[in-house]
């Protein structure tokens, strides 16, 4: 049904449905008649929250097309969550309607094609999955274009893309095939003569003076920065194999590996774009000439022309465009239309999302697909010619009503915006029809605008063409027919105007249908409408008219006898045991909560005058006032179609009677038959269905085409709107109008009959083409691509990353034999090298901040890469080799003092780590549903604590504002990371889905949800009693892994490297014990950095990781984190600080504290041989006195590490983003030697070089 349809009381089988107050689905008419709408979400854990997003991916992606896809990989590898995910992380925005989905390689288009064709369908102005593209890169057809006034338009420029085929495309592909395609493109590009002659300039290595030099151009593109580009992984290796080539004239450009594997770029100066697009022309198929010598070609297909990475690209990929001069017409309020109808587009010249500032603008073709290069530039020519000379009219103060384009949207009246609309309405509402009929009203005064309503409201989706009207009453549909007859047209499969419809209610015309094989159809039912003529559809109906409606029918129904003897229960009043056995019946119906039915006014007055009728033996039942005026439903267990259709119709004629025996009748007519409130339900108004197995059947890929050429349709047994899981499917007639009742059942029964025996074929392994009904379409062939597996290039480069520049320990420890050994190595869980090393090839570092380079993305990654990892672990963790065994002990009564630092000095404390959940994979590689299991694994055990750990949770996802000022207050929040390191790591994925704050109600407990690491758990509080902070830590982490337990989970932890984190820094204990301490003396001593060394510590300013000290406070805690236990750690920062704290002292005293300075730093005592010298006070951990040989940096920190609170915050300090990443201990190599860095360390940043991008604007992803 077009405007919606209830689910619950159609079957005597399936799920229980919701009571009084729960929500209903619609029932749309879908195209073909077939219900391809949405399973239920909640039994898909993967599928992504789209609920306030804004791009086309989101608009078309239905849970069952989710579904459907979500295990679905190309064969170059290329996921269906990789094709979505810059969609689900990047919303959009209400004026900027985005794609939200890339293609990783040409077969994404086809075996995506589930979610890619709608959406390719809605972006290019509803170009559908049978057309055909057209190319013509002829550019002799043009005509005129060679003198577009220099007055009036300052530039002409073309552009395209162009796919190698055999390559994946810029989100997916490797390093090596990105080095192929860049070789391919400059090799062909270095065959150039003549005026095309040029030069390439690659990304890499590019110097000073070349960079200044394209900058100048307006030539360089950039890395990008967009949310949409890096969410497409489009930045990875940056500037790996990217470059910039162009003529000697510099009118002809080729950029390499951008968003594209070649963006083509032809433009001058000036009105000549027929000179322009020539260049353009030659330069394409000079490229593509040479590339064919060496048997390679540009993706293509007959459907999509060329294939890019975005699908707003497909087609032509082409952007014809000028810079114009339009002061004057662009104030016009018609300007807009006026580009609509000529086909073109506006933006500033600074580029995409740019706003004109002077009355220039950049205008350009609408469209890309469906129209060759050639009619897209004529277009533009053309268009561009009309605007110049609209503008000069202006100039002299002419009009220029005679130069606005026929066709031009103006509408006189309020006629709605149906632009983005895709219902059957939208498709017939004409302005001229608006106009006809805006004015009209029946003569119980329903209008226009009433019929249009919920089509207006409701733009409907590419996967369900709703109707889009409603009629008032039965004169609508003479009122207001010059809309409604194109609908019906439309929806009806070609009934016109002047078409008779039949009607047939004699069950002894029905052929058969008593012997349905019952070990597969399961129950029968036949349902429909009928509507009390004198009275208004529920759409218009005033509260008297609806409750002499039920007046009516109850007491014709109260006049039944015989089998068909029942009662009513109205839903109003209804007790609570009268609800139950509705809805264990399945027999209730709710109040609407679809907004097709709420936009047609349908949920009115509820439940004023509603009502459920059923027979004492439950097979007969009549809704009253639902959608229609009444729904009647005959139905029973098993096969027996025939006596569920005598039912039917003996039920019928015995309720019109008694109505007629009250001067009433059905709304009828020769030609819509029973007339109905939907449209969709004209005719018979009638649904014939069976629940029947199909086991085998359902997986034939020819099922679907079966059912089209039957005139049958399926959904799954759970009502509209589902999808069967098990094999059991509701089949029923797909026509309404222009066949009978008795037609329509009997094309229900002689298709099951069908069905059922080419089900029993293949169960016993036969074929069953000799069964296929007449008519049946020859087998859709996929385009693109010549077989089932598609054309691979063979590499020619290697896929080893481009090291050479980087500062980080991934970097430092592998090398080309080491990579080639494990690149292919994956965990059982999935979990590719790639995935680990990636953060650290995009993020080379800095000379001064040295960090890790790479993360792991489950548990076993540290065992199966563990030729890389270990390495890594022994160089960023002192030396610990993979023989060793790291110790455990979160007994804090062993921690020595610690409950007395000196609160003058010492003003606040804290102890954090983090915890793994064992089972699921780690933030890089966790997909949503493992990051919401998470999620809900860690609150749940959260919400059993108890006492002093009693709190509360705080999702991320849809928190109040007042709980999030609250968290900001509490310096607790956390927000989406915009770090390089963690973006380039997947850490942002899903954002915020499945991340939370925990915090007790002293706030001085707190756990991180899904941040870096699963959780990040931190104790805290003002002062200097580390003790009671570490104490209250244990008993927490105690508390919460024992609930954990209960929940049959555990931690991740083994002997060699503790408890597994994401990052390498982490591992082992994960604890970071620190104190915000005044050092205001002792920090100016040039010894400074050489104490905190020689005591193990770290010192960082108090706004966190890569922060100074402004003021001489510090945060201080522990420089190790595998190889020591919790407690010597902890007893290390307490030892370490008092030391620190009494030196200060001594400072402010003008005292020497050569005596106390830790015993590495001290001369050998004259008395006693060095050796034998005993540790000054407060010295007390073996640790403290470290090696002072060691060359490690005091920073020590992790580039993503926490930022601790500024001391003037709230009472407890949680500890807040950073910019870093997962992977970053700033820490430079052992081995270099440099004993004067710290200083350097402390100033030095990350820096990011952006150039200027000009050239053309990024594709919209």
């Known amino acids: 049904m077009g405007c919606g349809g209830s689910k619950a009381a159609e079957t005597s089988q399936g799920g229980k449905k919701g009571a009084k107050g729960k929500g209903k689905g619609s029932e749309p008419a879908t195209k073909g008649g077939e219900s391809k709408s949405p399973v239920d979400p909640k039994k898909l854990p993967n599928y992504p929250d789209l609920s306030k997003h804004n791009n086309w991916m989101a608009k078309c992606l239905t849970p069952e097309v989710f579904a459907a896809l979500q295990d679905r990989v190309t064969a170059n590898g290329f996921m269906f969550d990789q094709a979505i995910q810059t969609g689900i992380d990047n919303p959009g925005h209400p004026f900027i309607y985005t794609v939200g989905c890339v293609a990783g390689d040409e077969e994404s288009y086809i075996d995506f094609a589930e979610l890619f064709d709608p959406v390719i369908e809605g972006r290019h102005g509803g170009y559908p999955k049978t057309a055909k593209h057209k190319t013509d890169l002829d550019a002799g057809r043009i005509k005129g274009g060679d003198n577009l006034d220099p007055k009036y338009v300052l530039s002409s420029r073309v552009r395209t893309g162009r796919s190698i085929r055999g390559y994946s495309l810029p989100p997916h592909c490797s390093r090596a095939e990105r080095r192929d395609v860049e070789k391919i493109i400059t090799e062909a590009l270095a065959t150039l003569d003549g005026p095309l002659k040029g030069t390439y300039y690659p990304l890499t290595g590019m110097d000073d003076e070349t960079q200044e030099k394209l900058i100048a151009d307006h030539f360089l593109f950039d890395k990008p920065v967009s949310p949409l580009l890096l969410a497409s992984g489009m930045a990875r290796d940056w500037p790996d194999a990217r470059g910039i080539w162009h003529n000697g004239d510099k009118n002809f450009l080729v950029w390499v590996n951008e968003e594209d594997h070649t963006r083509v770029i032809s433009m001058e100066q000036g009105g000549n774009m027929k000179r322009v697009f020539e260049r353009f022309c030659e330069g394409l198929g000079k490229i593509e000439t040479e590339m064919k010598a060496k048997g390679h070609e540009y993706m293509w297909n007959e459907h999509l022309g060329y294939v890019l990475t975005c699908p707003s690209n497909l087609g032509t990929g082409l952007r014809a465009g000028v810079h114009v001069k339009l002061p004057m017409v662009s104030k016009d309020l018609r300007f807009d239309d006026v580009l609509k109808t000529l086909r073109l587009q506006k933006r500033g010249t600074g580029g995409v999302d740019t706003a004109s500032t002077d009355g220039t603008f950049d205008i350009s073709n609408l469209d890309r697909l469906g129209k060759s290069e050639v009619e897209l530039v004529q277009g533009v020519i053309d268009g561009v010619e009309v605007l110049v000379e609209m503008e000069k009219r202006l100039e002299k103060g002419e009009s220029i009503d005679d130069l606005i384009p026929i066709g031009c949207v103006r509408p006189k009246g309020d006629m709605p915006d149906l632009s983005q609309h895709n219902n059957c309405m939208a498709r017939c509402l004409t302005p001229a029809i608006f106009e006809a009929l805006k004015d009209k009203k029946t003569p119980s005064g329903f209008s226009l605008d009433q019929v249009i309503q919920t089509g207006v409201d409701n733009p409907g989706h590419p996967f369900i063409y709703t109707v889009g009207c409603v009629a008032g009453d039965e004169e609508s549909y003479d009122t207001f027919k010059e809309l409604l007859d194109p609908v019906i047209e439309k929806r009806h499969n070609g009934y016109t105007k002047d078409m008779k419809h039949k009607t047939d209610l004699n069950p002894d015309n029905l052929n058969g249908g008593h012997d349905l094989d019952e070990k597969y159809v399961l129950s029968s039912r036949v349902r429909t ?35 068909f003897k029942g009662k009513y229960f109205p839903l109003n009043g209804m007790s609570d045991a009268e609800q139950e056995q509705l809805i264990n019946d399945h027999f209730l119906f709710d109040k609407p909560v679809s907004p097709l039915l709420l936009s047609s006014n349908m949920g ?6 509603r009502g459920i009728w059923h027979n004492e033996s439950k097979n007969f039942l009549v809704w009253i006032n639902e959608e229609d005026h009444t729904r009647v439903i005959s139905m029973e267990k098993g096969g027996n179609m025939k006596r569920v259709f005598q039912r039917f119709c003996d039920g019928l004629h015995k309720v019109e009677e008694l109505i007629k025996n009250k001067d009433k009748g059905f709304m009828w007519n020769e030609h819509l038959g029973y007339i109905l409130t939907c449209p969709s339900n004209l005719g018979t108004g009638l649904r014939a269905g069976v629940h029947v197995r199909l086991l085998k059947l359902s997986t034939h890929e020819r099922f679907e085409d079966i059912l089209k050429i039957l005139r049958l349709q399926k959904r799954g047994t759970g009502g509209v709107d589902t999808a069967s899981t098990d094999g059991i499917f509701d089949v029923s007639n797909l026509d309404r109008l222009g066949f009978s009742e008795v037609e329509l059942v009997q094309k229900v029964v002689d298709g099951i009959q069908l069905l059922i025996e080419m089900e029993k074929r293949l169960e016993k392994g036969q074929q069953i083409t000799d069964l296929y009904p007449a008519g049946m379409p020859e087998p859709e062939k996929k385009e693109g691509k010549a077989s089932d597996k598609p054309y691979k290039a063979e590499l020619m480069s290697k896929n080893f990353p481009d090291l050479s520049k980087h500062s980080n320990w991934m970097a430092k420890c592998i090398h080309e034999d080491m990579y080639n050994r494990i690149c292919a190595k994956k965990t059982k869980m999935g979990v590719g090298l790639e995935i680990c090393i990636q953060t650290g090839v995009d993020n080379p570092g800095h000379p001064y901040i040295f960090t890790v380079g790479a993360v792991a993305g489950d548990e076993e990654c540290y065992e199966t890469f ?23 002990d979160l007994d804090s009564s062993k921690l020595n003092g610690g409950d007395d630092l000196d609160p003058a000095f010492v003003l606040s404390s804290r102890v954090r780590t983090g915890r793994s959940i064992r089972g699921f994979r780690l933030p890089p590689s966790c997909n949503r549903a493992e990051r919401r299991q998470v999620e809900t694994i860690v609150s749940s055990a959260l919400a059993s604590l108890d006492g002093m750990f009693s709190g509360k949770y705080y999702p991320l996802n849809n928190m109040t504002e007042d709980e999030q000022e609250h968290l900001i207050n509490d310096h607790f929040l956390f927000d989406k990371p915009v770090s390089p390191l963690l973006l380039s790591s997947g850490m942002a994925r899903d954002w915020p889905d499945g991340r939370g704050i925990y915090h007790n109600d002293a706030k001085n407990f707190l756990v991180w949800i899904n941040e870096e690491d699963h959780t990040r758990v931190i104790s805290m509080e003002k002062g200097g009693n580390m003790k009671a902070v570490f104490e209250r830590f244990c ?33 082992g204990t994960g604890i970071r014990a620190g104190v915000h301490v005044k050092l205001v003396q002792l920090c100016t001593d040039e010894r400074f950095n050489e104490i905190l060394k020689c005591l193990r510590l770290q010192k960082r300013g108090t706004g966190g990781v890569d922060t100074a000290s402004t003021d001489g406070i510090f945060d201080i805690s522990n420089l190790d984190r595998i190889g020591f236990s919790e407690v010597e750690l902890v007893q290390q920062v307490v030892d370490g600080v008092k030391l620190l704290v009494d030196m200060e002292k001594r400072l402010m005293d003008s005292k020497p504290i050569d005596d106390i300075l830790p015993k590495a730093m001290r001369p050998p005592s004259p008395e006693k041989p060095a050796e034998e010298e005993k540790p000054a006070e407060g010295t007390t951990s073996p640790v403290a006195d470290g090696d002072a040989g060691i060359d490690l940096d005091a920073e020590g920190t992790k580039e993503g590490e926490d930022k601790a609170p500024e001391e003037a915050a709230a009472a407890g300090e949680a500890e807040t983003k950073g910019d870093g990443a997962a992977d970053g201990e700033a820490e430079k190599p052992a081995d270099d030697g440099e004993k004067k860095e710290e200083e350097k360390k402390e100033e030095a940043k990350d820096e990011h070089h952006h150039h200027h991008h000009d050239a053309d604007a990024p594709a919209e992803s």
Not at 530 to 559: M, N
């Open 604 to 609: 009115r007055d509820w439940p004023d005058a």
């Open 1035 to 1067: 008993d927490g982490l105690k508390k919460t892994e024992d609930a954990l337990k209960k929940q049959k989970q555990a931690f991740m932890w083994n002997e060699h490297l503790g408890y597994i984190l994401t990052c390498p820094s982490n591992l």
């Open 866 to 888: 563990a030729e890389l990892f270990d390495p890594i672990i022994e160089k960023r963790h002192n030396g610990y080799t993979k023989e060793m065994k790291h110790k455990t």
């Open 529 to 563: 409408g009928r509507s009390i003529k004198g009275y208004c559809l529920p759409p218009h109906c005033c509260r008297a008219e609806r409750r002499a409606v039920e007046k009516l029918c109850r007491e014709a129904l109260e006049g039944l006898e015989g089998e």
